[in-house]
C-alpha cells in the first residue's frame, strides 16, 4: 500500500491551494483519511479528518478556511485550503487506514509529504 501526495507550493497569504492524496496497492477497505502538518521541529499535528461515511472533523486554526473531502472510487482524500496565513506554512502528510485484505487488521499509512509555504 502507498499513499502519494501533491498539490504543494508556494502561494501569497490570502491564496488558495488543493491537496491530494491517493492510496495504491492491496486495498479491501479505506476507514479514516486524514491530513497532518509539520512544521520545522515541531509535532506533527493533526489538520482534519474525515471518515469512510462523511463525518469530519477539522483542528480550530483551520475551521472555515479548510475542507476536507475524499472520493472513495478512487480511493483519494483532498485538502482544498482557502485564505491561507503563513503560518499554515508545513510540510503536509496524509494519512489512511487501510485494511490490505478481508479479515486482515487495518493499519495506518503515511504519504510522502508535500510543502506548503505561505509567503509574501
Known amino acids: 500500500v502507498q499513499l502519494q501526495a501533491s498539490g504543494g507550493g508556494l502561494v501569497q497569504p490570502g491564496g488558495s491551494l488543493r491537496l491530494s492524496c491517493a492510496a495504491s496497492g492491496s486495498i479491501f477497505e479505506i476507514n479514516e483519511m486524514g491530513w497532518y502538518r509539520q512544521a520545522s521541529v515541531m509535532q506533527r499535528d493533526l489538520v482534519a479528518t474525515?471518515?469512510?461515511?462523511?463525518?469530519?472533523n477539522y483542528v480550530d486554526s483551520v475551521q472555515g478556511r479548510f475542507t476536507i473531502s475524499r472520493d472513495n472510487a478512487k480511493n483519494t482524500v483532498y485538502l482544498q485550503m482557502n485564505s491561507l496565513k503563513p503560518e499554515d506554512t508545513a510540510v503536509y502528510y496524509c494519512n489512511a487506514d487501510i485494511r490490505p485484505r478481508a479479515g486482515w487488521t487495518s493499519m495506518t499509512y503515511w504519504g510522502q509529504g508535500t510543502q506548503v509555504t505561505v509567503s509574501s
Open positions: 474525515i471518515t469512510s461515511d462523511g463525518r469530519i
